[in-house]
């Protein structure tokens, strides 16, 4: 619940910067007249849209499991991010639009100074909101934010460019440049759109997270215990900011339910000391078969049947298969 209050939290900052670095542009863009100012506002009005939208889905996600929801609220994050993907899709062919019309119809860009030092102050505080942004949302597993702030940190690197453009207007007067570096950045804005998108489209159809997933299992195998004969069928879900984790857990077979218990209680600390609290995990335990035998690496086991072979060390593949493992 804290991390949830941080994000929320920080996100009202990404908004309030947003608004205000709206202003910032469009009186840089009635200084100078630049269509590529132009484009960098209308950006902004996405970041403003988008951050509201990702407030209200912080606001949904914090909000504790109800019978309606028994696995919580997290997942309308996802559906937040791809708002914002669109949008930012849509910000991209406007720009597109206004940029061709502008080199049909190019007009004189007036008050350069102003403009550069205007754009250049509302770029360097995007890359600072947006940088913490990142770092927040990926120790909180806030998809928004991080989401949120890739869009800012894009922003700033097209805001390098319109300086860009704008210091080669003053310098050379062709007007011309100011449409050309509008239309490039606008597909820089469209790429990282559907990036966001696809990203956001992965999380709503529970897919599978590859390098969480391998963190994971190396974790594992760092910290197994003696009695971890085998895990299978491991399986990892984001709801938001919240990681459901389940898998069947194989142990010796006369342990009774309070040890087999004990057992799942040092896997469900284990991971929360690396994840924090905000981790479900849900264990189903089977007891050892004859052919466990091979693979177990308990050494003072009493009804041992058959010698030990070798040891299998868990990877995303085989830990991930609803099977349990043999030496051979």
Partial sequence: MENQQQNFFFQKIVTVTAILLFTIKIIAWYLTGSVAVLTDALESIINIVSGFVGLYSLYLSARPKDYNHP??????????????????????????????????EPHEISRLDYGIALVAISGLINFIVGYIAIKIGRKNNSFPLIAGGKHLQTDTYSTIGIIIGLVLIGATGYVWIDSAVALLFALIIIYTGIKILRTSLAGIMDEADEELLKEVVEYLNLHRQENWIDMHNLRIIKYGSILHLDCHLTVPWFLNVHEAHREIDVLSNLIKSKYGTSVELFVHTDGCLDFSCRVCLKNDCSVRKTSFVRKINWNVENISQNKKHDAF
Avoid at 76 to 101: D, N, P, R
Wanted: proline share 0%; net charge negative.
């Fill in 71 to 104: 696995y919580g609220h997290g997942k309308v994050e996802f559906i937040s991010a791809g708002v914002e993907g669109v949008l930012i899709i849509i910000a991209g062919f406007l720009i597109i639009y206004e940029a061709l019309i502008n080199l049909r």
